[in-house]
Nanobody
Framework: QVQLVQSGGGPVQAGGSLRLSCAAS????????MGWFRQPPGKEREGVAR???????LYADSVKGRFTISRAKAGNTLYLQMNSLKHEDRGMYYC??????????????????????WGQGTQVDVSS
């Protein structure tokens, strides 16, 4: 079992920046694959970014070049740096995790259904 507690988020103007954090506790966080999702108003939850392999970041096309995912060396904290925010970036952001079954996390962004553990979510409101 792993617990995910998020922090950060809030209101920001278009073009601004926010940094989200996700602290993991419980089972060793290094044994979990972790990523970020978001759910815009009235839309389905979608993958934003994740880390695979040996620290290789993957991003949704919509955020590529603007967002940066990173993970503390110990693996207990996941970050999402969001720059040049757009109105369409608004929504509820979640960090999520699933237990790694292979040597390295792999695949694409993957469906939310793959993830077993979720943070409580944090609202990101980008004014236009």
């Amino acid at each position: 079992q792993v617990q995910l507690v998020q922090s950060g988020g809030g209101p920001v103007q278009a073009g601004g920046s926010l940094r989200l954090s996700c602290a993991a506790s419980g089972d060793p966080a290094s044994s979990y694959c972790m990523g970020w999702f978001r759910q815009p108003p009235g839309k389905e939850r979608e993958g934003v970014a994740r880390i695979i392999g040996v620290g290789m970041p993957l991003y949704a096309d919509s955020v590529k070049g603007r967002f940066t995912i990173s993970r503390a060396k110990a693996g207990n904290t996941l970050y999402l740096q969001m720059n040049s925010l757009k109105h369409e970036d608004r929504g509820m952001y979640y960090c999520a995790a699933y237990r790694r079954r292979t040597s390295y996390c792999s695949g694409g962004l993957l469906s939310p259904t793959v993830y077993s553990y979720w943070g409580q979510g944090t609202q990101v409101d980008v004014s236009s």
